[in-house]
């Protein structure tokens, strides 16, 4: 199923791109791609997304197992149905879950590395804010919680037309 070399693919471009980070920046140092706006940025998180659950490590790596046993069994499910973007988005959360994991597992901690600032005005007022510091596997969960959401909508939609149509059928009936 290529859904799961998808996950693979994301491991190991989330993978290269936290060991070219490592071998190259100090911890905390910056390089700016464009000017303050977007910078690589070499951090390390002990948390989940934005820092929470700080120093929660094993607790990760726990809830990371039963994520990822339920990602693979939920693929292969909507693989199996037919369905499209549902195993897409999902194969998209499982590679970054284990990008994410691999980190956790050996060190502890996850490498992030893209940071973004947004600065300018508004009505007057003026905005300074960092979006905090992510990686490709973040990325990659990012995407794929999108398509999740763009498909349980879609299969909503879906739902609403057939039950309006059968409902239109019974009432002529």
Not at 21 to 29: A, C, H, M, S
Not at 48 to 60: K, M, P, T, V, Y
Not at 112 to 119: E, L, N, S, T, V
Request: aromatic share 16%.
């Amino acid at each position: 199923m290529y859904y799961f070399l998808i996950a693979a693919i994301i491991i190991a471009v989330d993978q290269l791109t936290k060991w070219l980070i490592v071998i190259n920046l100090e911890l905390y140092e910056r390089v700016s791609v464009i000017g303050q706006f977007f910078e690589i940025t070499s951090h390390r998180n002990t948390g989940a997304a934005f820092g929470i659950l700080s120093g929660q490590r094993w607790f990760f790596v726990a809830i990371t197992i039963v994520i990822v046993a339920g990602l693979i069994w939920y693929i292969r499910k909507a693989a199996h149905s037919g369905q499209r973007l549902a195993p897409l988005a999902y194969s998209l959360i499982l590679g970054g879950a284990l990008g994410n994991f691999i980190d956790r597992a050996r060190m502890g901690e996850v490498i992030d590395f893209f940071k973004f600032r947004f600065q300018f005005d508004w009505f007057g007022q003026p905005i300074d804010y960092t979006y905090p510091i992510f990686n490709v596997a973040d990325a990659a969960i990012f995407c794929g919680v999108v398509l999740a959401i763009i498909h349980v909508w879609r299969d909503r939609e879906d739902e609403h037309v057939t039950k309006s149509t059968e409902d239109k059928g019974s009432e002529q009936a």
